[in-house]
């Protein structure tokens, strides 16, 4: 959430007018942007277009890790409609600290 913080600041937003976008409280907010609780697709997908922001500017950077493997898995949901999970083991570089966030998270 440091990447939203940054643009929140530049366009001189404040963290009370993104808590009311999101419709909720200013220190439920702050607990997003601390990266203390995590942003939901949802809250996502009003707060990134309120800052002129998409999900590539919002992205982990995995270029610390290299994958390892990657499953798919596809389930028939209704004729004609399928799901795809796709789930990514990755190991991390020697040499390199680990992070608190988890791969996939957005903080």
Known sequence: MAKVAARRESLRITMKQCAE??????????????GERMISAA???????????????VEPDHSHQQKKEIKRVNHQ???????????EHVEMNRGRAATRDQPGSVR
Do not use: A, H, N, W
């Not at 976008?21 to 942007?33: D, N, S, T, V």
């Not at 809250?43 to 500017?57: A, K, N, Q, R, W």
């Not at 949901?77 to 789930?87: A, C, K, N």
């Open 77 to 87: 949901l209704l004729p004609g409609e399928e799901l795809e999970i796709r789930v």
């Open 43 to 57: 809250e996502l997908e009003v707060l990134l277009p309120f800052l002129g922001m998409t999900y590539s500017d």
């Open 21 to 34: 976008k999101l419709q909720i409280g200013y220190k439920r907010y702050r607990l997003l942007e601390l």
